[in-house]
């Protein structure tokens, strides 16, 4: 395994590989796809199934990326890796990265299984869900990954229902237990991280899996300039964390000094404005009782 000096946003490529896409003003999840494909260079290929990264890259005949990419089926991101990657191998091609980036819906829910096959043959590829905790592309429905008291189209809000009453699947722990070799969670709003996590990731054999929060300024009911700063704020309340699985073992990357207020996180988005104060108290109940488990089982 090589290890290269740790990328960061000073010092990562020029190059631009992701760009005239058709993405709203502040969109996370370009911007997590544009920054990875930058860490990655111009010998990937990238599999991107429905979701909102394929609908506003792929427009023929503008095509949106500079290096080789194709739209799956929705639920095919982690299947059609697998032959990209045993492709190119039978060619004899071997310096390339061959990375998936699928939606929260197009990895908890319908590629869940062609994703844990992939890891199974520990197949040589990198797999980024760039979560917005709901199906963006058609109109704001529920996925798996969308957090306890969301209101999306398919998880109302009103005076009986407080939107969505489910937690938040934990696709990163349900991603280690496979013993995949490398798994991390990121955020854009902690963008020198998730760029060295896939730094890391293109220097280890087998299937990597990244994790990364993607606002999305039109299904949160946010500002298109509060991206950034959201995808932070969710890290620094301690409703999302910054943790890579590897070598069997869980290591926190980030432990904020003390909690930001998660009152204040919610209410600036327009899908949680409807909570109540006993709304709120379940989801710190919620967040407390996560980390006592990562205190206990995270290096
Ligand atoms: C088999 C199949 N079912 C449903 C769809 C319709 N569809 C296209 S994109 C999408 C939403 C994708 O949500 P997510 O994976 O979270 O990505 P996002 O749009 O949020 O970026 C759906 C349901 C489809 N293309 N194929
Ligand atoms: S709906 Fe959301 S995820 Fe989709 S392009 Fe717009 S901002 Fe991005
Ligand atoms: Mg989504």
């Not at 991603?175 to 709003?189: L, R």
């Not at 993607?214 to 300039?225: E, R």
Request: aromatic share 10%.
């Amino acid at each position: 395994m090589t290890v290269s000096k740790p990328v960061t946003a000073k010092t990562i490529s020029k190059d631009e590989f992701f760009y005239g896409h058709k993405a709203c003003a502040g969109c996370g999840g370009s911007l997590a796809v544009r920054i990875a494909l930058k860490v990655l260079g111009k010998n990937t290929v990238a599999v991107l199934p429905a979701g909102c990264m394929s609908a506003v890259g792929f427009n023929f005949p503008q095509l949106c990326f500079s290096n080789n990419a194709i739209i799956s089926t929705f639920a095919g991101t982690a299947s059609m890796l697998t032959g990209v990657e045993a492709g190119l191998r039978a060619q004899g091609i071997t310096d390339f990265n061959a990375v998936g980036f699928a939606g929260d819906g197009g990895t908890a829910d319908i590629g869940l299984q062609a994703l844990s096959g992939a890891i199974d043959r520990n197949d040589d590829i990198i797999y980024i869900c760039y979560d917005n905790e709901a199906y963006m592309n058609t109109g704001i429905q529920k996925s798996s990954l969308t957090p306890f008291g969301a209101r999306t189209t398919t998880t109302p809000a009103g005076q009986n229902i407080h939107g969505n009453i489910r937690p938040k699947k934990n696709m990163f722990e349900i991603v280690a237990a496979h013993g995949i070799p490398y798994a991390a969670t990121a955020s854009i709003g902690y963008i020198n991280d998730f760029m060295q996590k896939v730094q890391k990731a293109s220097e280890i054999r087998g299937t990597k899996y990244i994790h990364v929060i993607a606002p999305c300024p039109t299904g949160w009911g946010i500002d298109t300039s509060e991206t950034v700063e959201i995808a932070k704020e969710v890290v620094d309340t301690g409703l999302w964390y910054l943790a890579e699985y590897e070598n069997g073992e869980f290591k926190l990357n980030h432990r904020p000094k003390e909690f930001a207020s998660v009152e204040h996180y919610l209410t600036r988005q327009s899908r949680f404005r409807h909570l109540t104060d006993e709304d709120i108290e379940i989801i710190k109940t919620s967040r407390d009782k996560k980390w006592e488990y990562i205190n206990k089982n995270f290096g």
